[in-house]
């Protein structure tokens, strides 16, 4: 019983008819499907992506947007494989939770706050004043 999650399903950028899934303010700035896999994986869950496919609705065709992640979440029988997830809800929620904390999202805010300080001193004496 493997289910997909495509990233669109946890974009903040993205509406419901959109495809967005889980309430906005839980959603992440535009997750991929690598960091989707990271943070399954690193759970303990069977995780596969498949890097070629896209999500139907999403109607940007670059590189950042494709990708699907299959991730096992019941047994034969039925049983969740891990039982502190027992719905794909759960699951969406938790990625959308632990994706901000990795190390790739964190250096890069770290280096983009520091860009955006330096560059606010240069901006000084840019207009004339209409008499």
């Known amino acids: 019983r493997f289910i997909c999650i495509y990233p669109a399903y ?15 303010d ?5 997750p991929t499907s690598t960091e989707i ?12 992506v ?11 065709r670059d590189v950042q947007y494709r990708g699907r992640v299959r991730i096992q979440l019941k047994q034969e029988d039925g049983n969740p494989c891990l039982p502190q997830f027992p719905t794909r809800k759960s699951v969406m929620l938790y990625a959308a939770e632990t994706i901000p904390k990795l190390k790739t999202r964190t250096q890069k805010m770290g280096a983009g706050e520091q860009s955006l300080q330096q560059g606010e001193g240069g901006k000084k004496g840019k207009g004339k004043k209409k008499k």
């Not at 498949?50 to 940007?60: A, F, G, L, Q, V």
Request: proline share 5%; aromatic share 6%; charged share 30%.
């Open 10 to 24: 946890l974009n903040n950028k993205k509406t419901i008819a959109e495809g967005r899934r889980i309430p906005i």
């Open 26 to 30: 839980k959603a992440v700035e535009n």
């Open 37 to 48: 896999q990271d943070v399954c994986a690193a759970v303990g869950f069977n995780v596969l």
């Open 50 to 60: 498949e890097k070629n496919k896209m999500y139907p609705r999403e109607w940007n």
